[in-house]
């Protein structure tokens, strides 16, 4: 007969590891352990069934060997009696407070009145609603307060008076009377707009000219063909910005280029200072002659006026002409 292959693997994995004569030992233990505890329980369990007596009653009589039951009490799981201390409601119906079953609105204004001058004025209005019981929802009413008002002039006075009716499920009436002045008054705050306007000459070299109170962002020499735009001065005009046109070149002069001469981007200039570029296949010239300042009455507008030159479409101006 062929020993199985799982039968000779274990067999060798045991003579390997030198546990053979332990597995034999605890094979030969399984088997015999039943054989002797069959062997001699036998005279143990008699003994032991001998030696053994049965319990004694601690009491005597039957009668206290009987289960406790306990008393059925009555209602214990009735839900109904249990609830009975309760108040039944409708869930779906408004626990809201019933403040009465009538609704009534009112509507009105008070008068008002326009004038000029000195004086003094008020307006007052009141609003009443009366209404019948409908039955059908719980609404509570509510009651309109009465208004007033009071305005003051420098001349003339000015009065009118109003009147109102409102109706829901009832009827409201409503009078009023008020009057009011108003006045104007003329004059600036006292603030100014302080913006620096420059003088220059510019132009071809040998055919320049002189441009007086030239604004922000204004071109040079011409908005067709400009050369520079003039952008403003700093804080007390020492000295002003130029944005260059791209396709200029700076030759050479004492103003500032930036980044640098071979890419003017930038012109800053001080007065007396000059630059040369070529442009249009011409020599140009550039002359800061004088900053000056300017000052007119500033008032704040409460619109954003449709007309006039501003930062916003000249920059939207230079980013067309010059490629910025």
């Known amino acids: 007969m062929k020993v199985p292959d799982l039968v000779q693997n274990v067999y060798r994995d045991l003579r390997d590891r030198r546990m053979l004569s332990i597995a034999v030992a605890l094979i030969g233990a399984i088997i015999l352990v039943p054989f002797l505890a069959s062997a001699g329980g036998g005279d143990d369990s008699s003994s032991t069934a001998a030696t053994t007596a049965p319990p004694t009653a601690p009491f005597a009589g039957d009668e206290q060997l009987d289960p406790v039951v306990l008393a059925e009490v009555p209602g ?17 119906k408004s626990q809201a407070p019933k403040t009465g079953k009538g609704k009534g609105k009112g509507n009105g204004g008070g008068g008002n009145g326009n004038g000029s001058g000195s004086g003094t004025g008020s307006g007052s209005g009141t609003s009443t ?4 019981d409908t039955g059908s929802t719980d609404v509570p009413t509510i009651d309109i307060p009465s208004g007033s008002g009071t305005g003051t002039g420098t001349t003339g006075t000015g009065s009118g008076s109003g009147s109102g009716s409102g109706s829901g499920s009832g009827t409201g009436t409503d009078t009023g009377g008020g009057s009011g002045t108003g006045g104007g008054s003329s004059g600036s705050s006292g603030s100014q707009l302080i913006t620096y306007r420059i003088d220059v000459r510019v132009g071809p070299v040998g055919n320049t000219k002189v441009m007086a109170d030239v604004k922000s962002f204004s071109f040079l020499p011409d908005p067709k063909r400009p050369l520079v735009q003039y952008v403003d ?53 550039l002359e800061l002659k004088s900053i000056n300042e300017h000052r007119e009455p500033y008032e704040p507008q409460s619109k954003s006026g449709d007309s006039g030159s501003g930062a916003g479409g000249d920059s939207h101006r230079v980013s067309s002409l010059l490629g910025y």
């Not at 280029?257 to 001080?270: A, G, I, N, R, T």
């Open 76 to 92: 214990l799981r009735d839900f109904r009696e249990r609830l009975a201390g309760y108040s039944s409601r409708n869930p779906f």
């Open 233 to 285: 001065a700093d804080t007390g005009g020492h000295q002003v910005a130029m944005i260059v046109n791209p396709s200029a070149a700076a030759l050479k002069g004492k103003a500032k280029c930036v980044p640098k001469l071979e890419k003017c981007q930038y012109l800053v200039m001080k007065p007396g200072q000059d630059m040369e570029f070529l442009f249009d296949d011409q020599r140009y010239s």
């Open 129 to 132: 609603g009366t209404g019948t």
